[in-house]
């Protein structure tokens, strides 16, 4: 895994045993940016859950060779009626360095300061965290994910309701995360900016429907195809690596069979 930060085998992840993602195979290069694409509903959340080991493959494995995460979840996931200031919670980005109890120290409090400037919240120390707006709570959590230190770093739709300004300042981060050679996979819904900002792109729909060069997958064919796959997908089929074997969720590619026939299929 010389210039390999992650790798997927196989990675098949869901809920309750029904596949949300399925079969995914490929490598992500040590150093790159890659945006994550796909529908609402296509796996994009349970892939970064499946990466950073909250979730549990049902089959298959994801494996890593960075010496630390960063996983950065939807801004909906948080919880910020918690009584903490901003301090407290960029701190946490100390906590894989340091220890729950470890000692912060002068150099520590010094690059906290640093990275409270880089996104444009110095002075905001104080703030408790309900207190803050969408995008300030955005330029927080990038500040903390800073502290971290991460070689690899999941960002799950950072740029969701934040203003250009904002959008601006958060991916100057991002572009020096991946100039300092940290590898940054991130979910994106906005096309443009994937096109304008990302190298790589991979686009989902419950499965890899195309990975590379972001002009090379986001084509109006592979547009198109995840789609319709998208569309044809059954929620309520099982897993398909079952102990009798049985192949009860979907394998197309929104090329073949339509929807009826394949969810007749899934079902065995
Ligand atoms: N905790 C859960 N329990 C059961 N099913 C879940 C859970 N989380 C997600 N799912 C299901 O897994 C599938 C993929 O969801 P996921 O959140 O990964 O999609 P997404 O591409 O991130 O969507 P969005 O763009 O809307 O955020 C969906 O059908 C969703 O309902």
């Known amino acids: ?153 999941l960002l799950d739709e950072p740029f969701n309701a934040v203003d250009d300004e904002t959008m601006r300042d958060l991916l100057a981060v991002v572009a020096q995360w991946a100039g300092e050679g940290r590898t940054v996979f991130c979910v994106l819904h906005d096309h443009a900016l994937a096109r304008a900002h990302f190298p790589q792109a991979l686009l989902m729909a419950r499965k890899q429907v195309a990975w590379g060069r972001t002009e090379e997958v986001m084509t109006s064919d592979n547009l198109s195809r995840a789609r319709s796959f998208q569309e044809a997908w059954d929620d309520t089929a099982g897993w398909c690596e079952e102990p009798r074997g049985l192949q009860r969720h979907l394998h197309g590619d929104g090329a073949g069979p339509d929807a009826s026939v394949r969810k007749a299929a899934a079902h065995g």
């Open 1 to 153: 895994m010389n210039d390999t930060c992650l790798e997927f085998r196989n990675l098949t992840l869901g809920y309750d045993g029904h596949a949300a993602v399925h079969h995914l195979n490929g490598a992500v290069e040590r150093g790159s940016l890659t945006a994550v694409l796909g529908a609402n509903g296509s796996g994009k959340s349970t892939l970064m859950k499946g990466i950073a080991g909250i979730l549990k493959p049902l089959g298959g494995g994801c494996v890593s060779s960075a010496r630390r995460l960063a996983y950065l979840p939807q801004l909906s996931e948080l919880d910020r009626s918690f009584p903490a200031r901003v301090v407290d919670l960029v701190s946490l980005g100390f906590w894989q360095q340091r220890g729950l109890f470890g000692r912060v120290t002068r150099d520590d409090k010094g690059r906290l300061s640093g990275c409270l400037d880089a996104v444009g919240l110095s002075g905001f120390e104080a703030r408790p965290l309900d207190s803050l707006s969408g995008g300030q709570m955005q330029r927080a959590l990038f500040a903390r994910t800073m502290l971290q230190d991460a070689d690899l770093i």
